[in-house]
């Protein structure tokens, strides 16, 4: 004789209700995965609400700035096999040597910079190109010396920072093609005249005025 189905026990629930939770759990997944899998992990965001949401953003390829050591490279020049008598030794780096068809150009330019205003002037250059440069100030400036891509954003490189100073003399090789040069802020309380002289490969010199 069976015994009687006790009351606590629970019944099978029927095959329809059983897929319709089913197809309710793979229509949860579905949308969690249109809503934020696709636009957080592969930037597919056909709702527009991952962008919103700030999900597309996780996707998004972080901006690098390359800078190549083009002066290095020849450390261990000396090291390398002897070759035949008369013939040189390879240099591991050839692109320290550089030849043009042209002489080196150079350019001068005179900035009168304002109590307390700010300009740049930036040598364009291509990579591994050389330039040797001179400036003076008749009065103490802020200086930044830096170099930053075309299609960089905000990333920029530092050569040289000076809180405060008359002077800079130096040389620069291009770690990548884009803009090298000088930001100047006028911190003499009164109007100060700066004097640069660039020369070298340059294709450019971008005097940008005085900023407001």
Do not use: C
């Amino acid at each position: 004789m069976n015994s009687p189905i006790s009351p606590f026990e629970a019944a099978p629930p029927p095959a329809r209700r059983l897929l319709g939770s089913i197809a309710a759990a793979l229509a949860g997944a579905a949308l969690i995965l249109l809503l934020f899998i696709l636009p957080a992990e592969y930037g597919i965001d056909p709702t527009g609400l991952g962008k919103r949401m700030g999900l597309t953003a996780m996707n998004e390829p972080v901006r690098t700035l390359q800078i190549k050591d083009v002066v290095g490279g020849n450390e261990q020049y000396r090291q390398i096999k002897v070759p035949d008598a008369g013939e040189p030794t390879p240099l591991p780096n050839p692109a320290v040597s550089q030849i043009k068809p042209q002489a080196p150009q150079t350019r001068t330019i005179k900035v009168v910079l304002p109590q307390d205003k700010e300009t740049e002037v930036k040598a364009v250059l291509d990579a591994a190109q050389v330039i040797l440069y001179s400036w003076q100030a008749d009065g103490d400036v802020y200086t930044d010396f830096h170099g930053h891509e075309p299609n960089a954003g905000e990333a920029f490189v530092r050569y040289e920072e000076q809180q405060s100073g008359r002077s800079g003399n130096g040389s620069l090789v291009a770690p990548f093609s884009g803009e090298h040069g000088w930001f100047w802020l006028n911190v003499a309380g009164k109007p100060v005249t700066i004097t640069l002289t660039v020369s070298g490969y340059f294709n450019n010199i971008v005097d940008y005025g005085i900023f407001k």
